[in-house]
């Protein structure tokens, strides 16, 4: 029986960004298991070091006095006391922040997160006013694009392109395009960027967080890549905290995304009406990784491992497929890697492509190497630009052969599709 669905139920109930072309990369892996050089992971590696980190801490929770009452009772929808406490002392006693446990939000993932405070913040509010989610950069996290119940809330704007050197470039905000005002609900940006590396620098993030508190404008900086962990940052950057950001954290790319733990820290108004929408959605997060993730936290060893193991992972991966991009792709043609600056992906665009980033995607893919068409990335975008159909996103958790055969291989279509 075909469900009569509602309008929000039409657009929920179906699959945004890069979820939606998971089941053509899925089933691609799937018809020649072994044959494929994949470049188009989101997720991230399972380090050993990390792994073992982890177990450590699951082997003292289970021998410990606290594992009955962890698994065995609902808690406080904030989230469980010994994690927010570690994430108190963490942020107060590192960054001189200032905060207390009601400034601290514990949620099931960050996207969950995403969710509230776009439905909280963004759509229609009291007065009849359609308030916008902003994204002050796109392209950006394709998860966006699923995380507001009215699809016209989310709104996206293009950046400045600086060509840094030859085949680098980096993306900036375009403060003169942007519009924060007082039809805005929330701003919402990833720093480190999944897709792209990108890093907004601290003054610019500064600026989005000045011009957005003269309209009492909450700022979601969604920090999932960024330090003190996963610390997968490869340039200088300084959190940017004040009583209008949220600084949203995640554990998935610290070796727990199976455990769905998300951090918000920002004012307690804001929290409060966060947590509030969490305790009706789904009272509150697995307690158990949030368990693991306050010894984890309270111990240093997460910023630590982050630190030494972690970054220093990513970091040569990206440095390694920028030299295959140097040696294999065509000098004559215009192509340029996004500057390298953090997160687990390199981002590829090739200018004036005459074809679509789907097509290159499919000829990649006939090279038995699958990357992710750059497209899904540009969530809350309306307007046409040919740039949405000139990019390409490669995961940098494949392995350094992988990683240079598929530079190779992609460097052969590149050279042919613009012949
Ligand atoms: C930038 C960014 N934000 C948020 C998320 C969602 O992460 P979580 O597992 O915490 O829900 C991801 C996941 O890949 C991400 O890349």
Not at 17 to 28: C, L, N, P, Q, S
Not at 140 to 163: C, R
Request: aromatic content about 10%.
């Amino acid at each position: 029986m075909q469900p009569h669905l509602s309008q929000i139920g039409q657009k929920m109930s179906q699959l945004t960004g890069v979820r939606a072309i998971m089941k053509d990369i899925i089933e691609t892996l799937q018809s020649e298991p072994g044959k494929w050089v994949n470049l188009s992971a989101g997720n991230p590696l399972i380090l050993p070091e990390i792994e073992a980190m982890w177990r450590d801490y699951t082997q003292q929770l289970l021998a410990g006095p606290h594992f009955g009452e962890v698994v065995g009772r609902y808690g406080a929808s904030q989230g469980y006391e010994p994690l927010i406490e570690a994430v108190v002392d963490w942020f107060n006693s590192h960054y001189g922040w200032g905060i207390t446990r009601r400034n601290v939000l514990i949620t099931p993932g960050s996207q969950s997160l995403y969710f509230y405070a776009a439905n909280c913040l963004g759509g229609v509010d009291a007065d009849g006013m359609l308030r916008k989610i902003v994204l002050p950069l796109s392209p950006d996290y394709t998860g966006y694009g699923g995380v507001t119940l009215n699809a016209e809330t989310l709104q996206a704007y293009k950046p400045t392109i600086d060509i840094i050197a030859p085949h680098r470039f980096k993306y900036r905000p375009d403060f003169a395009q942007m519009q924060i005002d007082d039809t805005t609900g929330a701003v919402l940006f990833s720093r480190p960027c999944n897709p792209t590396g990108n890093v907004i620098s601290d003054a610019e993030t500064q600026q989005i967080v000045d011009l957005a508190a003269q309209y009492n404008v909450p700022v979601f900086i969604d920090s999932a890549y960024a330090l003190p962990f996963p610390n997968l940052v490869f340039t200088e950057m300084t959190p940017v905290f004040g009583e209008n950001v949220v600084h949203c954290l995640s554990l998935s790319k610290v070796g727990l995304p199976g455990e769905r733990v998300g951090i918000a820290i920002g004012d307690e108004r804001n929290i409060h009406a966060l947590e509030c929408f969490q305790a009706n959605a789904s009272i509150h997060s697995s307690r158990y990784g949030q368990a693991l993730a306050a010894q984890a936290i309270s111990s240093g060893e997460l910023a630590r491992l982050s630190l030494s193991v972690i970054k220093p992972h990513y970091q040569r991966k990206a440095a390694l497929l920028t030299a295959a991009f140097d040696r294999e792709m065509p000098n004559d043609v215009p192509w340029y890697l996004h500057k390298a600056e953090g997160a687990i992906f390199a981002w590829l665009w090739l200018k004036d492509l005459p074809m679509t980033d789907w097509d290159v995607y499919r000829k990649i893919k006939q090279e038995h190497v699958i990357v992710v068409p750059g497209s899904p990335f540009f969530p809350g975008l309306k307007e046409e630009w040919a740039h949405k159909q000139q990019c390409l996103r490669i995961s940098l958790t494949a392995s350094e052969e992988d990683l240079e055969a598929g530079a190779a291989a992609i460097a052969r279509v590149v050279k042919k599709a613009y012949v």
